[in-house]
């Protein structure tokens, strides 16, 4: 188990992972709904999780930079998972995606992970993050990902797009 600010770190680097893997073929919706699928559980779990734990610590100049990039990435989330399999805007779209995932990074990484810091629950909430992650990352499974890299708790076989490879 790890610290809550560990775990989103990780989180963040596997959302690009699959942003990277989406690269090598930035014409395949499904890849790049893969990401979403990906994304979609990170915001959860900070929906659900994370932010009832900071967000009164937050000043309203933090709540609104915080609050602004997450509402970004719901729409460029939403704006890639209305495309159309033939939709020749992909690529576009999900640089956008790309965009807005980088400026969520920053705004956590600026204001909302210091807050956590300061907690003394974070090994207990790391915990209930991962935990939280597990479940539904097995109701809603990334579309594109293989039986092998689908295993939540195996840091081996899938090529490094493994859930939680390397914790």
Known sequence: MSDVTKFLKDDHARIRRAINEYQRTPTNLMAALNVCDVIAIHLKIE????????????????????????????????????????????ALKMTALSRAVREHVVASEQYVEPKLRQRSDGMQMGGE?????????????PRTWSPMQRLA?????????????GW
């Open 153 to 165: 708790n195996t840091g081996w076989g899938g090529g490094g797009k493994v859930a939680n490879a």
């Open 129 to 141: 993050a991962f935990a939280l992650w597990q479940s539904e990352f097995e109701k809603q499974l």
């Open 47 to 90: 929906r659900d999780l994370v932010y009832p734990a900071v967000w009164e610590a937050l000043s309203d100049s933090e709540e609104k930079v915080v609050g602004g990039t997450d509402d970004a990435l719901y729409q460029r989330v939403e704006a890639v998972e209305n495309l159309e399999p033939d939709d020749s805007t992909v």
